[in-house]
């Protein structure tokens, strides 16, 4: 959802900084081993979406952290899914098990570009899983 978006503004505080910041800011994304917290949120995103296949399982999900808030213009942005299998956790918030269950639901549905991101039915009713600051 926030991909465009942040891609120019990302742009844009680029040409504002310094060659030296701009390129440390871009370089902070890598690859972390599964958090510890991953499957009991996993069990728990399964059981009340009543959702899961064989065909996207809890290991396959790459998982990447990154300082997400900063990057985000309203520094609230703390987990994003990407579409179909990459998950991003802000530096903070790794083994926050609410966040990593809200980003493994995105995982489960799968939503295509065209459908809803935070389906009512599933985010709000099943799973309780919308609430702020979560943005991606
Ligand atoms: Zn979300």
């Known amino acids: 959802m926030l991909t465009a978006h942040s891609k120019k503004t990302s742009f844009l505080t680029c040409s504002m900084m310094t060659l030296t910041v701009c390129l440390s800011a871009q370089s902070v994304t890598h690859r972390i081993p599964e958090p510890k917290v991953a499957l009991s949120s996993w069990q728990a995103a399964r059981n009340c979406s009543q959702l899961g296949s064989a065909r996207y399982p809890l290991d396959s999900v790459v998982w990447l952290s ?19 299998d990459t998950i991003t956790l802000d530096v903070d918030y790794v083994e926050d098990s609410l966040t990593v269950e809200h980003e493994l639901l995105h995982y489960l549905l799968q939503s295509k570009p065209d459908e ?3 389906p ?5 009713y099943m799973c309780h899983l ?7």
């Open 66 to 84: 990154d300082s997400l808030r900063v990057r985000d213009r309203f520094h609230t942005m703390v987990g994003l899914w990407t579409r179909p």
């Open 116 to 118: 809803p991101k935070h």
């Open 120 to 124: 009512v039915k599933y985010f709000v």
């Open 130 to 136: 919308i609430q702020l600051p979560i943005g991606g």
